[in-house]
């Protein structure tokens, strides 16, 4: 997949999306606009964003495999970004005010422990009526087990509305597909609710919201069409 990527990305104009994804983003207004997204993964969306008419490009993200990444792809495509690396809860202030558009995408918010405060990163960094684009996995994805072989009845991994923090040592590489054990990881589960809410009450106008019935993170394609697992949420700075 990185190769893919890497060859992709040699070709002017290029975009990592695939059709529903750039039929969605092509509806923001990108052409000539300055654009963040924390955390940025690998840099791919940031570039593909550019190469959608956005004139700036910035990424943020903890990890230091992820930001080298980002680099490869830059020096690869000839497009004009930047990727820092940067804890996103530490983002430094010289980016307050700058950007016009935030972007939000697959498996970011179940990474934060502190809801509110990740969207008040976005608040401090976006200009007024700025844009604050969510594309993400739906939190009931996280009720549900990955990749269930349909073998036996389903159990329930978690509940929808746990405040505990949710441990797991199975993961899926949502990009490549490929199951895997890794370290603890700690995730943070958010009703749909507590989303939207956190977001009125950090007075953001919300414009769209809408939930669809495909998978974004390659392991709950068993449900696909049975219930919302994924969703796009757009909201405006006040």
């Not at 992709?8 to 300055?34: A, C, I, Q, V």
């Not at 004139?55 to 943020?60: C, H, K, L, N, Y």
């Not at 809860?89 to 995408?105: H, L, Q, T, V």
Request: hydrophobic share 35%; charged share 20%; glycine share 8%.
């Amino acid at each position: 997949m990185a190769a893919k990527w890497l060859e992709g990305f040699k070709t002017p104009g290029h975009t990592s999306f695939d059709e529903f994804d750039y039929n969605l983003y092509k509806r923001l207004p990108l052409k000539g606009k300055s654009i963040f997204q924390a955390p940025c993964n690998n840099g791919r969306e940031i570039l593909s964003f550019i190469n959608m008419g956005a004139f700036e490009g910035v990424g943020f993200d903890i990890s230091d495999e992820n930001i080298a990444f980002s680099d490869k792809l830059k020096n690869v495509s000839g497009i004009q970004a930047e990727f820092i690396l940067t804890d996103v809860y530490a983002i430094p202030d010289k980016f307050n005010n700058r950007f016009d558009i935030g972007i939000i995408s697959v498996g970011s918010i179940i990474w934060m422990p502190d809801l509110k405060r990740y969207f008040e990163i976005y608040k401090r960094l976006l200009k007024s009526n700025g844009i604050l684009f969510i594309y993400e996995m739906h939190p009931l994805t996280t009720v549900y087990p990955y990749s269930f072989k349909g073998k036996n009845k389903i159990e329930f991994e978690s509940t929808y509305f746990t405040k505990d923090v949710i441990i797991s040592h199975d993961s899926l590489d949502y990009y490549g597909t490929v199951e895997y054990q890794s370290p603890p990881q700690y995730n943070f589960q958010y009703p749909i609710s507590e989303v939207i809410q956190t977001l009125i009450d950090m007075n953001f106008s919300l414009k769209e919201f809408k939930e669809y019935p495909h998978d974004l993170g390659g392991g709950h394609v068993y449900l696909e069409g049975k219930i919302p697992l994924c969703y796009h949420l757009w909201a405006v700075k006040n």
